[in-house]
């Protein structure tokens, strides 16, 4: 079991910048594809990024390429997402989710989520 908990949400101006942060407890996290997903109110959750378990590899949204950056500390137990030049539209709730396979653009292949943490942009 891996428990994860994110931290690092809260209010910014539109073209400002954040880090978000997920630490992870539980079982070997070197061995976990991680990814961040978020959910606007009345819309589906939305894939943001995901990173493979060395770190090599990474994926993004088109909604977010260019601007999110997606890392990891192996070392810390840690996966972040520098987030910069951001937008009203991207607020939302972000989550972090671990898979014990590989990682994917699909939340259901995500066996472990955090709890949330609330991003909100202001125009």
């Known amino acids: 079991q891996v428990q994860l908990v994110e931290s690092g949400g809260g209010l910014v101006q539109a073209g400002g910048s954040l880090r978000l942060s997920c630490a992870a407890s539980g079982r070997t996290f070197s061995s976990y594809a991680m990814a961040w997903f978020r959910q606007a109110p009345g819309k589906e959750r939305e894939f943001v990024a995901a990173i493979g378990w060395s770190g090599s590899s990474t994926y993004y949204g088109d909604s977010v390429k260019g601007r999110f950056t997606v890392s990891r500390d192996n070392a810390e137990a840690t996966v972040y997402l520098q987030m910069n030049s951001l937008k009203p539209e991207d607020t939302a709730v972000y989550y972090c989710?671990?898979?014990?396979?590989?990682?994917?653009?699909?939340?259901?292949?995500?066996?472990?989520w955090g709890q949330g943490t609330q991003v909100t942009v202001s125009s």
């Open positions: 989710a671990a898979a014990s396979t590989h990682g994917s653009r699909w939340y259901g292949a995500y066996e472990h």
